[in-house]
């Protein structure tokens, strides 16, 4: 610190000590690497510090109210202002003993410790982007960027008019999708049939402004169903439409959808588009990824299934609109709308999904609705009924 004024705090290494004062091994915090953004979720700082004056008394001192982590709000506060450096060497013993403090105040110690570090993300304008998840059976902190944030670049980008995205290129994978470009036109046709559904299989599906995906449906289809298989989110900044039929219209890409500021719909029918893993029906249902029994889906799909912890994001900055008396819906993790949605005469579904969820769906009468559950162990159970309706029955967290 005498030669290097930039350098405001150190911390040491520490041993752990039974309570005969036995070394038992370097504590496990010595093993974590520092840096602010660390210390959010890390008490890595913990214990022997040196640090100048002058900042002490620059961010306040220790803040007498905050018993059993005063500490670890002063080191938070004191890396906003200055480095912090580590000293590998061990000159502090931490005696273990169940009767500490720490031990029998473990519960409030970590609820006060989250308070800390929410103020910290207020302090730095993180509030509105990060989330903070405690495991209170560990007091393991895990900070999360909110799901939607990761998306305003590229659609800052794209309302602007600089991203080119992805083309349209069918998977590899037997569902016999076949993709024909003909000018700034994509003819979709091939695909799998079961029944009145047609699926088909992308390796990735994207429009830039102009361009066209255009579905080839027949008039005994009721339902196209469209995959993304390529863990990229698709990028639409162009028209979806159909052609031939009037079949609803289902896009699956659990990596995330993006509507950029050019993109439209022009279809017959309604309209789904969703970051799920899979679309059920009665008999079985239709995964994102890997292998589908096509044959057994009939009938109209009735449920999503959500698997993962942070289903991707729905982003729509242009104009999505269906035809009167159709259904238009939105349905990831976050969705994020900064453009325009119509449903003359029927329902818009805008709804934030937690994780793990299985989303059923019916339409009684004419209104559109959702309803949430967790997932069940088999999801190729039956749910429910098929219902003769495109859409389900829900009260998730709409946006």
């Not at 934030?352 to 997932?375: C, D, K, M, W």
Request: with cysteine; glycine share 10%.
């Amino acid at each position: 610190m005498a030669t290097n004024r930039a350098i405001g705090m150190v911390y040491t290494d520490y041993f752990d000590v039974n309570q005969q004062g036995q070394i038992l091994g370097y504590g496990h915090r010595c093993r974590i690497p520092y840096s602010p953004e660390r210390l959010l979720v890390d008490f890595m700082t913990f214990h022997f510090r040196l640090l100048r004056r002058s900042l002490y008394d620059h961010v306040g001192g220790v803040a007498r109210s905050l018993n059993f982590v005063e500490d670890y709000d002063l080191c938070l506060r004191l890396s906003e202002v200055t480095q912090i450096h580590h000293l590998p060497q061990p000159l502090y013993y931490y005696r273990n003993y169940s009767h500490n403090a720490s031990q029998q105040l473990r519960l409030e110690q970590t609820l006060r410790s989250r308070a800390v570090v929410l103020w910290v993300l207020q302090r730095r304008g993180m509030a509105n982007t990060h989330q903070l998840d405690v495991d209170i059976s560990t007091g393991r902190f895990i900070l999360r960027q909110l799901a939607w944030m990761a998306f305003l670049p590229l659609l800052a980008t794209l309302n602007a008019g600089k991203v080119e995205a992805q083309a349209i290129a069918p998977a590899n994978d037997g569902t016999n999708t076949i993709v024909t470009p003909v000018g700034n036109q994509f003819n979709i046709t091939g695909g799998t049939r079961a029944g009145a559904n047609l699926f088909h299989s992308f390796q990735q599906f994207g429009l830039s402004p102009g361009q066209i995906a255009n579905f080839l449906a027949e008039p005994q289809l009721q339902n196209i169903l469209g995959r993304v298989v390529g863990n990229t989110p698709s990028v639409i900044d162009g028209q979806v439409q159909i052609s031939g039929g009037t079949p609803n219209l289902f896009l699956l890409n659990p990596a995330g959808i993006i509507f950029g500021a050019n993109a439209s719909l022009n279809v017959p029918a309604s309209f789904m588009a969703t970051t799920a893993n899979s679309i059920g029906f009665a008999s079985g249902q239709f995964n994102a990824a890997g292998a589908n029994a096509y044959a057994a889906l009939t009938g109209n799909p009735d449920r999503l299934i959500f698997m993962h912890p942070q289903p991707g994001a729905i982003v729509n900055a242009g104009s999505l609109s269906v035809p009167s008396g159709q259904s238009l819906a939105l349905l990831g993790g976050t969705v994020v709308n900064t453009g325009t949605l119509s449903a003359p005469g029927e329902q818009i579904l805008v709804a934030a999904v937690p994780g793990s969820t299985l989303v059923r769906f019916a339409q009684p009468g004419n209104l559109l609705s959702l309803e949430l559950q967790p997932p069940i162990p088999n999801p190729r159970s039956p749910i429910l009924n098929p219902h003769p309706s495109p859409f389900p029955n829900c009260s998730p967290e709409e946006t």
